[in-house]
């Protein structure tokens, strides 16, 4: 079987050092993030995301969060932007112009998630989705959010979705994908699975598979040994992968996965 299209990465040996070098020096060429999530119950996503995005070098990062939280925002996020609120505490369809504002600021947007799971904010980040047509990162409970409309991610260009195995699953079952994954496949399987999903479909798609990252883009796949799952579900994982793609737009593999060998 030829396998060409799959390279794997170690921590010592990266594949794209190039990625690392060209990191902009002067935050100004440094790339704009806009960061989406956040619920009355929860933000620590969005929290994680500002601080780590700027850690990695992000020039700029604004957050949109629910204006119930407007008096529990810690100091540290000091660039917040404020939108209307579901009865539930959750971003309400009003929240729209305020998303696609972020968007027009933003060089790239991260749906971080804590969410919520109100229909109303699945119909606001639908529409978002379908409006914006720049670099958008996906992950944690804000791919749920879009369960009933997989195809708005998995069809549109300049879309990174950083997915559980499970959510992965349920992303190729919801567009009706012939190729079933399961938890007992080998690693081999996936990786031709994803291969041919990428090959399908024009997103980039990264998951975990035991303890394997799995990066699949045009159907090139990069894999990688991870130990460390509670990076990718706290949200770490994805804001890198984000903020590297920020100033290397053109090169979403190369990219992403210069953001892991750090």
Not at 26 to 47: D, H, M, T
Not at 81 to 89: E, F, K, Q, R
Not at 116 to 136: H, K, M, V, W
Request: with cysteine.
């Amino acid at each position: 079987m030829d396998t060409s299209y799959w390279r794997k990465q170690t921590a010592s040996k990266p594949l794209f050092p190039d990625i690392e070098w060209s990191k902009p020096e002067q935050r100004s060429q440094a790339g704009r993030l806009g960061v989406i999530g956040g619920n009355k119950l929860g933000f620590a996503g969005v929290a994680e995301a500002y601080t780590i995005a700027l850690k990695s070098g992000v020039g700029e990062v604004r957050a949109l969060l629910p204006d119930v939280l407007k008096k529990t925002i810690p100091p540290v996020i000091t660039d917040t932007v404020y939108a209307d609120t579901t009865p539930s505490g959750s971003l309400s369809q009003d929240a729209l112009a305020e998303m696609r504002a972020l968007g027009g600021w933003a060089t790239g947007v991260l749906l971080i998630g804590d969410a919520g799971r109100n229909s109303e904010t699945a119909i606001a980040y639908e529409q978002f989705i379908e409006s914006y047509d720049g670099p958008l990162t996906v992950t944690r409970d804000a791919v749920d959010l879009i369960k009933n409309s997989p195809r708005l991610l998995v069809e549109r260009p300049n879309t990174l979705i950083v997915a559980s195995f499970a959510q992965t699953q349920k992303l190729l079952q919801g567009v009706y994908y012939p190729k079933i994954l399961t938890f007992s496949m080998q690693l081999m399987q996936l990786v031709d699975a994803l291969h041919k999903f990428t090959i399908t479909y024009p997103c980039t798609l990264v998951t975990l598979h035991r303890d394997t990252i799995i990066i699949a883009h045009g159907g090139h796949v990069v894999t990688q040994d991870f130990t460390e799952p509670m990076r990718i579900w706290r949200g770490e994982t994805a804001t890198r992968m984000a903020s590297y793609w920020l100033w290397t737009p053109g090169k979403p593999l190369e990219a992403i996965t210069a953001s892991l060998a750090t």
